[in-house]
C-alpha cells in the first residue's frame, strides 16, 4: 500500500511540474505578443542611416514595393480561425537613424479600397456600396482624401500613419503614432525591427553596381468596432496589420 501511495503522489508530483512549466511557457510566449522579432541580421545598434524623406539632404533610400507587402488579419466572428488579406497599393517613407532611433519618422498610407483576400467573390460582396461600413467592407470606405503628410498618395480611400515618437523595446523598436482611419485619428503603437543593410554584388557581365538592400518589419493592434465605429458581427473588434517593407538604396 505505501509502495502504491508513494507512487501516486510521485505521478502528481511530476503532473504538477509538467502543468507548472507549461504554464510558464504559456506566459512567456504571450507576453512576446506584442513584440516583432527581428529580421535579417537583428541589428539594432549601429550606424546606419536610412533616409526615405529626404531629411538632411535628399533621399538616399526608396520602397521596394515590388517586395513589400502590407497585411491583416482578424478572428471570424470572434472566435474561429482567422480571417487575412493585403493592401495592393500602399507606400511608406521612412527616416532612421540607428544611432539616434528617437529621430525616426515614419509616414505610410494604404488605399482601403484595394485590400485582397484571395477570394474574389467575397472581396467584390464586402465592396458593394450597401455593405460599406460592415466588417471588412469599411476597407472600401471613401475617407481621408488630405491627410497624407508624404507624396505619392493615393487618390481617395486611404488610411494614414504618422509618427510622433520612436524609443527602443526589446530587440527593435516601439514608434507611437496616430492612425487615422475612416475619419477617426486614434493613437496607435507599432512594434518593429530593422534587418540592417546587406550588399547583393552584381551578377551580370560586365559586372554592374553592388545592390544595397534592407528591410522592416512590424505590427500594431487596432480595435476597428472600439475605436473606429466599424459595425460588424462577422469580425473580431481587434485588427492586427503587419507591414513588410524592403527598401533599396538609390
Known sequence: MKTKI??????????AAVALTSTIMFIASCSKDASVEAIGNNISTGNDTI?????????????????????????????????NGKFNNFFTQIYFEQAAPEKTVIHSWVQL????TGESGRDAYTRTPYKIGCG?????CLFDTTSSTITPKAANDTA??????????????????????????KPIDLFWSYSGVTAYPSTATPPGPTA??????????????????????SIADLVTVKVHYNCKKL
Do not use: P
Open 51 to 83: 533616409n526615405m524623406l529626404g531629411t538632411g539632404g535628399g533621399a538616399t533610400w526608396a520602397l521596394d514595393k515590388v517586395h513589400s507587402n502590407v497585411n491583416w488579419e482578424s478572428f471570424y466572428y470572434n472566435a474561429n480561425s482567422l480571417l
Open 113 to 116: 479600397s484595394t485590400f485582397n
Open 136 to 140: 471588412l467592407a469599411s476597407m472600401g
Open 6 to 15: 508513494k507512487t501516486t503522489w510521485m505521478f502528481l508530483a511530476a503532473a
Open 212 to 233: 544595397y538592400k534592407c528591410g522592416f518589419t512590424g505590427q500594431f493592434g487596432m480595435l476597428q468596432k472600439t475605436d473606429y465605429g466599424v459595425n460588424s458581427g
Open 160 to 185: 494614414f500613419f504618422n509618427s510622433t515618437s520612436t524609443e527602443r523595446f526589446g530587440s527593435g523598436y516601439k514608434t507611437t503614432g496616430n492612425l487615422i482611419f475612416r475619419g477617426v485619428t
